[in-house]
C-alpha cells in the first residue's frame, strides 16, 4: 500500500462517520438480495472503527465492529483524496451482478458514488479503494 499522507484538512475532521459503503446483490437467495452496509467512522480518541451489518442465512441480522488499522485507514483516505472521477459515468447494467455504493463524507457535506459490477471508465481506482476498505472491515 503507497505511502501517501493524509491531507490535514481532513486529519482533523471531528469524529463520526468518514464513509459508508452498500453492498447490493440482484440475484441469489432471500437473505444474499438483502443489502450489506459498512461505515467506516473516527471516534473521538482517534481510532478508526468499521460496522458492518448483514444478514445471515436464517435471516438474522448480523453486527460486527472491528477497531482498524490506523494507518491503513489514513492511506486509503489519502487516496480517496487524490482521485479525480468523471461527474457523469456512462450507465451499465446486466442482469446477475449487484451494485457497490460508496458516500465519502458526513452531513457537512458528502460526495456519493454507485455503479454496477464492474466500474465505469475512470472509476476503477474508486473501486479498488472501496474493495480494500470492504476488505479490512471484515464483512
Request: aromatic residues 12%; contains cysteine.
Amino acid at each position: 500500500m503507497s505511502k501517501l499522507r493524509y491531507p490535514t484538512e481532513i486529519k482533523q475532521q471531528q469524529y463520526g462517520r468518514i464513509l459508508r459503503i452498500r453492498l447490493e446483490n440482484c440475484w441469489g437467495a432471500q437473505y444474499e438480495l438483502i443489502p450489506r452496509i459498512i461505515t467506516i467512522s473516527r471516534r473521538k480518541n482517534g481510532e478508526y472503527w468499521s460496522r458492518c451489518s448483514f444478514v445471515d442465512e436464517s435471516l438474522k441480522k448480523i453486527v460486527k465492529r472491528i477497531k482498524l488499522d490506523r494507518e491503513i485507514v489514513e492511506s486509503l483516505l489519502a487516496e480517496l483524496y487524490k482521485l479525480k472521477i468523471p461527474v457523469f459515468p456512462r450507465s451499465e447494467m446486466g442482469c446477475d451482478g449487484g451494485f457497490t455504493e460508496i458516500e465519502i463524507g458526513d452531513y457537512e457535506g458528502k460526495a456519493c458514488y454507485r455503479w454496477w459490477s464492474e466500474p465505469p471508465p475512470g472509476w476503477k481506482e474508486l473501486d479498488r479503494i472501496t474493495g480494500l476498505f470492504i476488505d479490512i472491515s471484515g464483512i
